[in-house]
């Protein structure tokens, strides 16, 4: 077996930073499965610091790919699926406008805006039910499209979206919120792949990745069903807003570099 996990792996990562990431994608996904967001970032900061920065990006969404795709399996009964109806042509609609426009976004300036959103969305008044409903919907998810194939980091303010819309319902928000980032997803494995990464160096990793991170999946939707709707309220805003913090201090931090 040690002679054989070499061959699966690509060159330039040792097997003590693969099995690293491999327990990492499992307890960054039970992060997300129950508190509803926050494990996709944690697992970004530490496969930055063992990957090759080329393939940061690309393989970390794949593996968020199939983590969300894994909640969305588990929790399908949740999923509101007349959200999902309208977030579907929208998730389309941004990427075609981001394929075709092909620009360079100022990256501090779309971070800043996404903290804002996301901390008027967890902390300000309810939007109003128009904002939240089928055309609402459409808006947010084709805007937020377009947007993560430049930035990709509009997780935090859809998940504040779906939290508004779901009325702080802690099963349908997690469930709804997995199926609207797994459609989000799946436009960027078409973009890298035009693009010319090549995903077969990574495809055992992410693989191994994705297996472990259903197993964190499984754990954290358990200790999601055994919390109240109000308890959950309190740490999904509380972790919102640190990754809106988050955000906030990179776009200065880079302002100011």
Not at 6 to 16: K, R, T, V
Not at 32 to 43: D, I, Q, R
Not at 198 to 210: E, G, N, P, T, V
Request: hydrophobic share 60%; charged share 10%.
């Amino acid at each position: 077996m040690s002679e054989l996990l070499p061959l699966l792996l690509p060159e330039n990562l040792a097997p003590q930073w693969a099995l690293l990431l491999i327990l990492t994608a499992a307890l960054t996904s039970a992060v997300t499965a129950a508190m509803g967001a926050g494990g996709g970032v944690m697992l970004l900061a530490v496969m930055a610091l063992v990957m090759p920065a080329a393939a940061i990006i690309p393989v970390h969404g794949m593996v968020q790919l199939g983590s969300n795709a894994n909640r969305v399996l588990l929790t399908w009964r949740d999923v509101n699926w007349r959200v999902i109806a309208w977030f579907a042509p929208g998730v389309i609609l941004g990427a075609y406008a981001a394929s075709l426009l092909l620009v360079r976004l100022p990256l501090e300036l779309v971070q800043l805006s996404i903290a804002a959103f996301i901390l008027v969305l967890c902390w300000g008044p309810a939007i109003p039910k128009v904002a939240t409903g089928p055309v609402g919907t459409l808006l947010a998810s084709t805007v937020t499209s377009f947007v993560s194939l430049f930035v990709g980091a509009t997780g935090p303010l859809v998940a504040a979206f779906i939290k508004q819309q779901q009325s702080h319902r802690r099963l349908q928000t997690v469930a709804t919120f997995a199926a609207a980032m797994t459609l989000q997803h799946l436009p960027k494995a078409f973009a890298f792949t035009a693009a010319g990464f090549i995903f077969h160096d990574w495809l055992a990793l992410i693989a191994a990745m994705i297996a472990a991170g259903a197993g964190g999946t499984w754990l954290g939707l358990h200790l999601l069903r055994r919390m109240s709707d109000q308890h959950f309220g309190r740490i999904f805003n509380l972790v919102l807003t640190l990754l809106a913090i988050r955000l906030a201090w990179e776009a200065v931090h880079n302002w100011l570099a």
